[in-house]
């Protein structure tokens, strides 16, 4: 009877060492990987700032040297872009007094260009040791927004920089307007290869069709209706059209971040802000400034009547202006998909925090869901039949594939593997290859973004958050990745996450990728000469305003650990 008593205590002593040891090894594994996600814990870490303190007299003579030093930094990047821009094929600039200048002397314009680049993003740099999170004393709203308006305003008149992609959508809008499909000919096709328009087209892009949204191409003939075949007053109505943008993003960043645990002021310095959304949304006139803003402000006017419900309060009734809400931000959201279709995931993650907010089962889910698609698809029907497009656009989403882009992770696996085999004297299967890897890229996007939904289902990310995440994947796991594509994970992140390690990340990658293209936004045609020259004379006028401020701007904080902030859904 003892030896039985004594074996059973043995094997309930066994059974409960089992357990403990198995508890404690999944802590150590889920501890592990949070820690290599750069994440605290469930959900996001954030810091909190109830009153934050205003800067005092030392720190606002610090903030006055940042902006000035910022806005001489924009004015010599206007001035390089005159003569260093992506200026059209026929350029308005080459006979105007001083003006037509900067075209004759290409080595000084990148030289200030590049200086100027240089100025905006340490400016910045310094900027964000005034707003990072945890920081005592932190600007108020209205000094961000000043210093925003003072960086931007010089190159509201620039020529485009870094990119031509903005004749693009001028000589698509001009053949809508000419009676052609932009979903089915291409630029050269649809006004004539020696059209102004279709000339300052990049020539990869002249004979494809229009990869963009039925509304965005619906508002470019607006523009074309105003600017017809002026360049110039078509690319500044264009870039007002990004201004809009710039300005829904400034306006629904604070208020995502309030939801979701953040200091709006951080969000705006590392959204809205950063020299990404500067050089190449401003200036470079891209409409992921529109598409981003319209998928944010869809985003907080969702959420506006939805209560904040803190874990184990009661949920209190639905109301009717919270439906309201819902379907008005939903309806925004898939105009920002009209211009660029990945705005439309946000949808998904709207509909998750709706189906929590009713109740989180699967049944609310389901229906949540529904409700999604049926505002989704309805809107846009109605934007695609107002546009009188038709459903072209729907088979031209992947035009931009036709670029090899090395920045997509999977295309340089895919170059890097054909390479090999053109190495191992295999034959040249370089666009089979790229194709199949792609694929798989495009699967694994796939199954992250319903892993991350569910998991924002099951309450383990803030919904902002998850869709940063997919976001990412969208970066990571794309065919085709641009500099400012960064910016769909940055900026809604920006909202989400203020854990140092995403912060230092995030801030690293939006100094160093803007240098990554050239003002120009194309080749230098063998000019190689002239980049030396310029990079040399750039060094050397930063080093000399350097010396200027020296001693004078603001050291970083210490920085100490994040607080938890659970958001409610």
């Known amino acids: 009877m003892i030896r039985l008593t004594a074996t059973g205590g043995l094997t309930a002593l066994r059974a409960w060492w089992a ?6 090894l999944l802590a150590r594994m889920r501890r592990v990987a949070t820690r290599l996600a750069g994440r605290q814990g469930p959900p996001p870490a954030a810091f909190v700032e109830q009153t934050p303190v205003r800067l005092d007299a030392t720190e606002r003579r610090q903030l006055d040297r940042i902006r000035r ?14 003569g260093a821009g992506a200026s059209p094929v026929i350029n308005p600039m080459s006979g105007v007094p001083i003006l037509g200048l900067f075209p004759r002397i290409p080595t000084v314009a ?19 040791r005034l707003v ?5 004393r932190v600007l108020s709203r209205a000094q961000m927004d000043r210093t925003l308006v003072m960086w931007t305003v010089p190159l509201i008149l620039v020529p485009p920089m870094f990119s031509q ?45 229009s990869p963009y949204g039925p509304l965005f191409l619906t508002v470019g003939r607006l ?45 705006i310095w590392l959204g809205a802000a950063n020299p990404l959304v500067i050089f190449h949304l401003v200036v470079g006139v891209h409409n992921e400034a529109l598409a981003i803003g319209l998928m944010l402000a869809g ?17 209190p009734p639905l109301a009717r202006h ?16 009209g211009v660029k279709v990945p705005a439309l995931a946000a949808l998904g993650f709207l509909g998750v925090m709706i189906a929590r907010r009713w109740g989180g089962t699967l049944r609310h889910l389901v229906l949540a869901a529904a409700g999604m698609l049926v505002v989704g698809a309805g809107v846009t029907a109605i934007i695609t039949a107002a546009s009188g497009l038709g459903w072209g656009w729907t088979t031209t989403l992947n035009g931009g594939t036709v670029v090899l882009s090395p920045l997509s992770p999977v295309t340089l696996i895919g170059l890097m593997a054909s390479g090999l085999g053109i190495l191992l004297q295999l034959g040249n299967h370089t666009n089979a290859i790229v194709g199949a890897i792609r694929a798989v890229g495009l699967l694994a996007l796939g199954v992250t973004g319903v892993v991350v939904l569910w998991r924002t289902y099951r309450g383990r990310y803030p919904a902002i958050y998850g869709l940063g995440l997919v976001m990412t994947g969208f970066v990571l796991l794309g065919p085709v990745v641009q500099p400012w594509y960064l910016l769909w994970p940055i900026v809604p992140l920006a909202t989400a996450v203020a854990t140092p390690r995403f912060r230092l990340i995030a801030t690293v990658a939006c100094a160093a990728v803007p240098f990554f293209t050239p003002p120009t936004g194309a080749p230098f045609d063998g000019r190689v000469y002239v980049l030396p020259e310029a990079y040399a004379a750039a060094i050397v006028l930063c080093g000399l305003l350097l010396l200027l401020v020296r001693g004078k701007l603001p050291e970083p904080e210490q920085r100490g650990r994040a607080v938890a902030v659970h958001s409610a859904p």
């Open 223 to 267: 523009v074309h209706a105003i600017a017809g075949t002026n360049i110039v007053v078509g690319v500044l109505l264009e870039r007002l059209l990004m201004l809009a943008g710039l300005a829904l993003m400034v306006w629904s960043l604070p208020r995502l971040a309030r939801r979701f645990g953040v200091p709006p002021i951080s969000a």
């Open 165 to 209: 992609d903005v004749y693009s959508y001028l000589a698509q809008s001009a053949a809508i307007a000419a009676g052609h499909d932009p979903y089915t000919v291409g630029a050269a096709a649809a006004l004539g290869p020696d059209d102004p328009l279709a000339r300052s087209v990049p020539t990869i892009w002249r004979e494809t069709p």
């Open 110 to 128: 990148i030289a200030c260009a590049f200086a100027g680049m240089a100025m905006l993003v340490l400016a910045w740099l310094w900027l964000g």
């Open 299 to 315: 985003f907080v006017i969702a959420l506006r009547r939805l209560p904040v419900v803190p874990p184990g309060d009661p949920v």
């Open 19 to 24: 357990r403990y040891a198995r508890r404690v």
């Open 69 to 82: 030093f910022g806005t001489i930094g924009s004015l010599l990047l206007a001035c390089g872009g005159l």
């Open 132 to 136: 990072w999170p945890g920081r005592p």
């Open 322 to 337: 919270e439906l309201l809400g819902i379907l008005a931000g939903a309806t925004v959201i898939t105009m920002g998909g």
